[in-house]
């Protein structure tokens, strides 16, 4: 087997290459609409009110919670509505978005400096600069990249995916060729943070003008820049850290747990400017290709631009478009351009329509099964997943598939294979909702019950005793009155006998 | 054949004191079969089914005195999984008990509430916060849409709030995956 491979995927080569991958600029918009809601950790909530006028990189909202993060303005202007807009999900359920309409001025907000040298900043403030510049993993995942790099404080080794995530995205590939330096410098930034003493820079062997221009950059002998063949889903965490180390993270375990931290090179050009160059997250590099546009490109655009901007800069044709956020294989398909890019778009896909492929019946040809990188039975899950077999499913290790879709590619009967599956995953997340509901109402009204019960039961023995008391009393003032009678009576017949011994005198 | 006799006598007696012992030493507390019906029931506390909650619903079936199909939040499918449980034929859910509706909770519109702690009172599962005399909520997690509290209030500032999907909670349908 060739060097650093890994069982399953499948080698597809980009379906629409480019001769030099770059960067192409693309000016701050008109307008912006930023996504409120965050992949992890639920809706931000806005810092400023409708009609504030904000500055380019200044934070509009705040997430609380666990990985707090933040959204900022990608141009200076006027917040113009805070409302639900579609988004590019597969549910098609509107989300909390922000609008800035912009004033052509791009005024920039007045950020303070980490200090001159990184390294004299402890590694805390340094992920502190990263969090304040709301960072997350650029790769499609989104989690908030300082939480990953806190909860792998200490790691021996620290992973750059350099691999792009699906075929025909090239964005990781542009970075690296435009901004090798500032890519090197990265990843020192985040060994600083992280503690790794080791680095492995992990580039497709498809990449070479990648590769090249990274070498002549590296003058770090602690990071060493390795080739893995080209192969889809080599970019997932595990299989990475597979291939390269041999370490196999068990299912419900993280990399950190093995002390390894793994970060994308986007993510990685993120922290430079972040921490070395001031600069939050407010614009990000796009891939705009498919059968539709006339030249595939690389963009840099602004966080909030509408898909529609940047897709016209790379010449589509007239024709019907099916456009899709995301790889050709994990990607979202939706109806229209009038979406914006946010954190995790990593590219865009304009196709000309053609009609969808028919699903057949799956006649059990098992190819589905060899493709699978993580060792599962397609096939098996398929089954249980149409019949709603949750139980089963799960037996057969429904959450540990990636949804890569590979399956989805090599099957001849053209089954949405891993569609099923994150049906089946959101249908077994419901159901656990669902049972712990139920679970507390039970509870909840045993609860009150018991409570009644018991109150009922106090205020009987409440009663009892209270009537207890009022007879003790009556019994006991009946005896004082008698006492008081008897000394009357005494007192009468004391008297009775001084008049008569008185008389008798 | 004296032997035989001797044999089966003194086994007989022996298996008797096993399981006369497996009886009190494994003796299953409770009603099974009520807990197995509950673990059924919506747990939605409503009352519909004519009995004070799911588990004197779940008891009375279990006794032989209630019907399955007497509870419109479980549904069709809760009546059918009752029928499996109890290995009876399924019926129809009564339409005398009220119609299945989609999942909501209530919510109150505090600035109508006079404090008047109707709805605590009626509430099955203390989902309600107040006092009296003080303006009262919802604590719309606890909520089980059982609409106890809706026609206790004498203000009417009890509404119903359908429960929606959200990016969270969406669970695609396979009617759409299938066809594309």
Redesign the interface.
């Known amino acids: 087997m060739a060097r650093f491979a890994f069982k399953g995927g499948v080698h597809i080569p980009n379906p629409y290459p480019v001769r030099k991958s770059e960067i192409k600029q693309v000016p701050p918009p008109e307008q912006v609409v930023l996504l409120l809601?965050q992949r992890v950790g639920?809706e931000a909530k806005p810092c400023v009110k409708l009609g504030d006028r904000v500055l380019t990189g200044q934070i509009i909202a705040q997430t609380t919670g666990k990985f707090p993060t933040n959204v900022h303005a990608s141009i200076s202007g006027v917040i113009s509505a805070i409302e639900k807009r579609p988004i590019p999900?597969?549910?098609g359920?509107d989300?909390m978005c922000m609008v800035i309409d912009s004033d052509g001025k791009d005024e920039w907000i007045e950020i303070e400096k980490c200090d001159k040298e990184f390294l004299n900043c402890t590694p805390d403030k340094v992920i502190q600069r990263i969090r304040e510049a709301g960072i997350v993993g650029m790769g499609g995942a989104g989690f908030p990249t300082h939480a990953k790099i806190t909860n792998a404080q200490g790691a021996h080794t620290l992973i750059i995916n350099a691999t792009e995530c699906e075929p025909g995205i090239m964005c990781d590939d542009s970075l690296m060729q435009e901004y090798p330096r500032e890519i090197i410098r990265g990843i020192e930034v985040l060994m600083h943070a992280c503690g790794a003493k080791k680095v492995i820079v992990a580039i497709e062997d498809d990449k070479p003008e990648a590769l090249n221009s990274l070498l002549m950059y590296n003058f770090n002998n602690r990071i060493s820049i390795e080739q893995i063949p080209t192969k889809y889903t080599s970019g997932a965490e595990k299989l990475l850290i597979k291939a390269l180390l041999g370490i196999e993270i068990q299912s419900g375990a993280y990399a950190s747990d093995h002390g390894i931290l793994c970060q994308n090179v986007g993510t990685v050009k993120a922290i430079y400017d972040a921490v070395i160059d001031n600069k939050p997250l407010i614009s990000r590099v796009v891939t705009v290709t498919g059968s539709a546009v006339k030249s595939p490109r690389n963009y840099e655009a602004r966080l909030g631009t509408s898909f529609a901007q940047v897709v016209e800069s790379s010449e589509p044709n007239n024709q019907a478009h099916h456009i899709r956020m995301g790889g050709m294989m994990m990607g979202v398909d939706i109806p229209n351009a009038q979406y914006s890019i946010c954190k995790i778009t990593n590219c865009i896909f304009v196709n000309n329509k053609k009609p969808?492929p028919t699903?057949k019946e799956c006649i059990r040809c098992s190819a589905c099964a060899p493709v699978c990188p993580v060792n599962l039975l397609p096939q098996q899950l398929y089954w249980h997943s149409?019949s709603?077999n949750i139980e089963k499913a799960l037996e057969y290790n429904l959450t540990d598939c990636i949804e890569c879709g590979c399956c989805n590619y090599v099957c001849p009967s053209n089954i949405?294979l891993s569609?099923?599956f994150?049906?089946a995953k959101?249908?077994e997340?419901?159901l656990t909702?669902e049972e712990q509901r139920?679970?507390?109402?039970?509870e909840?009204?045993?609860?009150?019950?018991y409570r009644l019960e018991r109150n009922k039961k106090e205020r009987t023995e409440m009663m009892a005793a209270k009537k207890k008391a009022l007879k003790e009393k009556m019994a006991k003032d009946k005896e004082k009155d008698q006492e008081q009678k008897d000394k009357i009576a005494q007192a009468m017949a004391r008297v009775e006998q001084a008049k008569e011994d008185k008389n008798n005198a | 054949m004296i032997e035989s006799v001797v044999i089966f006598s003194i086994l007989t007696l022996a298996l008797g004191l096993v399981l006369g012992y497996a009886a009190i030493r494994f003796k299953v507390e409770g009603n099974p079969l009520v807990d197995q019906i509950d673990a059924i029931l919506p747990q939605t506390q409503c009352g519909q089914c004519d009995f004070p909650g799911c588990r004197p619903y779940a008891q009375a079936l279990a006794k032989g005195e209630a019907q399955i199909n007497q509870c419109p939040p479980g549904g069709q499918e809760g009546a059918d999984a009752l029928a499996e449980l109890l290995d009876v034929e399924s019926l129809e859910l009564n339409a005398e008990h009220g119609e299945t509706k989609p999942g909501h909770v209530v919510y109150v519109d505090e600035k109508l509430c006079i404090g008047c702690t109707l709805c605590i009172q009626a509430c099955p599962v203390d989902a309600f916060v107040g006092s009296s005399k003080v303006m009262t909520t919802v604590i719309a997690k606890e909520c089980t849409g059982c609409d106890l509290c809706i026609p206790v209030c004498p203000v009417d500032c009890i509404y119903v709030k359908e429960l929606t999907p959200t990016l969270g909670t969406y669970v695609p349908s396979l009617g759409e995956i299938a066809h594309g």
């Open positions: 809601q639920g999900h597969p549910s359920i989300a969808q699903v149409k709603e949405p569609e099923y994150s049906f959101a249908l997340r419901k909702r139920i679970d507390r109402s039970r909840r009204f045993e609860f009150r019950e």
